[in-house]
Nanobody, 116 residues
Framework: QVQLVESGGGLVQPGGSLRLSCAAS????????MGWYRQAPGKQRGEVAH???????NYADSVKGRFAISRDFAKNTVYLQMNSLKPEDTAMYYC??????????WGKGTLVTVST
């Protein structure tokens, strides 16, 4: 089992920044990659970014150049730095773990609201 706990969401004005954190615990030895998904009201959940165990990263086109994913091995934590936020970035953001054994785990989510 893997437990994922997100933090860092909140209300921010357009153009502002937020940093999300996802702390992983439990059996994370089989990690393949970790990342972030988001789901806005009335829309499907979609991937925002992920980082592999080797450090390669991938981003959704809508966030390229604005968001950056990183990790801290010592803290078993993955971060999502979000800059130049737009109202359309408003969503619940979920941390996601995918293991080499095919196991998947999700966090409970953290809400990001971009509004004046």
């Amino acid at each position: 089992q893997v437990q994922l706990v997100e933090s860092g969401g909140g209300l921010v004005q357009p153009g502002g920044s937020l940093r999300l954190s996802c702390a992983a615990s439990g059996n994370i030895l089989n990690i393949n990659y970790m990342g972030w998904y988001r789901q806005a009201p009335g829309k499907q959940r979609g991937e925002v970014a992920h980082i592999s165990r080797l450090g390669s990263t991938n981003y959704a086109d809508s966030v390229k150049g604005r968001f950056a994913i990183s990790r801290d091995f010592a803290k078993n934590t993955v971060y999502l730095q979000m800059n130049s936020l737009k109202p359309e970035d408003t969503a619940m953001y979920y941390c996601h773990y995918f293991g080499t054994d095919g196991a998947e785990y999700w966090g409970k989510g953290t809400l990001v609201t971009v509004s004046t």
